[in-house]
């Protein structure tokens, strides 16, 4: 690859990890950037997955120094989402690479409809947590792994916004444990990925190293930022990206 593509993609990387320590959805942006540069699909989720790793531990460390992190509360989720991600990277071995492009698309357009009606969730108190409300944070969590296994692309934002509105978590609370249950999820799926062999392991390492270096940066900062011109920026990013994804598979 090009000096300047690898250039660019550091660029992309890091301003994406920096915003996305707050808002999520990395993916959305990084993985159709890395189409646009001519890399594999399955090669283009699997090589952001290992990145996304790096990420989550960089974005981590701060939340857990601050003691923001309830480890008992998530430790039952990091269980789930373990089984639930390994399940998602098996699958991206199993599909074409025009059902990844396909896939991601959807997930790009989804996503932005989502991040521009929902609502900001309240949380509730802890102990108005209920069983009902337990349970199903319990089953999304699994299902949503999955998808994250798969191609991760807004599941941290739907992630947050699931344990905002069920298990009573602040937005940093929320914020903190998903980026924790995070590393596990795309950790695993970065094993299943090197075990298929997907992995571009030198742009990898280059682009983790970037995004855990964004990770850490984001989560001291992106949180002093304006969020609501932090999401204008990010999801007309996203928008625009899967304009062009979507005039791409109509020409193929």
Not at 99 to 112: D, E, G, H, L, Y
């Amino acid at each position: 690859m090009p000096a300047i593509n690898i250039i660019v993609l550091i660029i992309v990387f890091f301003l994406t990890t920096v915003v996305g320590v707050v808002t999520g959805s990395n993916s959305l942006i990084t993985v159709p950037v890395m189409f646009q540069f001519g890399i594999d699909e399955k090669v283009a989720v699997a090589t952001n997955m290992l990145g996304l790793t790096f990420m989550s531990v960089g974005a981590s460390i701060p939340f857990l120094r601050q003691d923001r992190i309830n480890i008992r509360r998530v430790s039952p989720m990091i269980g789930l989402t373990i089984v639930g991600s390994a399940i998602g990277a098996t699958l991206v071995g199993l599909i074409t690479n025009q059902a990844i492009k396909v896939i991601v698309t959807v997930a790009m357009i989804t996503m932005t409809v989502f991040t521009v009606l929902r609502r900001n969730p309240k949380y509730r108190e802890r102990h108005h947590v209920s069983t009902a409300s337990l349970v199903s944070a319990y089953v999304l969590t699994f299902l949503l792994a999955i998808y994250g296994g798969l191609y991760s692309g807004g599941y941290v934002t739907i992630l947050t916004a699931m344990v905002i509105a069920l298990l009573g978590m602040t937005f940093t609370e929320a914020v903190a444990s998903t980026k924790l249950i995070n590393v596990f999820s795309s950790g695993i799926a970065t094993l299943v990925f090197a075990w298929q062999g997907l992995i571009d392991y030198k742009l990898g390492l280059i682009l983790g190293i970037t995004m855990f270096a964004g990770a850490m940066f984001g989560a001291h900062y992106a949180t002093k930022l304006n969020e609501t011109w932090l999401r204008r920026i990010f999801m007309t990013t996203v928008f625009v990206l899967a304009l062009k994804l979507i005039y791409d598979l109509a020409a193929s």
